[in-house]
């Protein structure tokens, strides 16, 4: 299951941003971009997700997943598309010469910090 290196991998990259801040902090939302050529399932990654983030300062935070379509660009006919993944061909003349332009993003686009009250 690639979910739980990749889930580790997120975790680790939030909790360094958490770091550099002096106070002390929450981390709220993780927004990530997932492509759809990555084969992540979202269940199981938000699971590992979870399961790796207990008594860190990302135990509670939300995950949201934007999906990246696989899209592609045929280097014949220069036509832009949606990839079938059982075909990889252009619809448009049947070129297996097919660039991808789009869907194998892995990355988190943001993440919702909340500074933790010393109050008593």
């Known amino acids: 299951m690639h979910e739980r290196s990749v889930a580790r991998n997120l975790l680790n990259i939030v909790l360094s941003q958490a770091k550099t801040l002096e106070d002390q902090v929450k981390i709220e939302v993780i927004r990530i971009v997932v492509g759809d050529f990555t084969m992540i399932q979202d269940e199981l990654l ?12 990302a135990e509670k935070a939300k995950i949201e997943i934007t999906h990246s379509p696989l899209k592609g660009k045929c280097q014949k006919c220069k036509q832009e598309f949606l990839i079938n993944k059982q075909e990889f061909k252009c619809p448009y003349c049947g070129s297996p010469f097919v660039q991808i332009i789009s869907g194998e993003e892995l990355f988190v686009q943001d993440i919702e910090i909340s500074k933790i009250s010393s109050d008593k």
């Open 46 to 57: 938000v699971e590992a997700f979870y399961q790796l983030a207990r008594s860190t300062t």
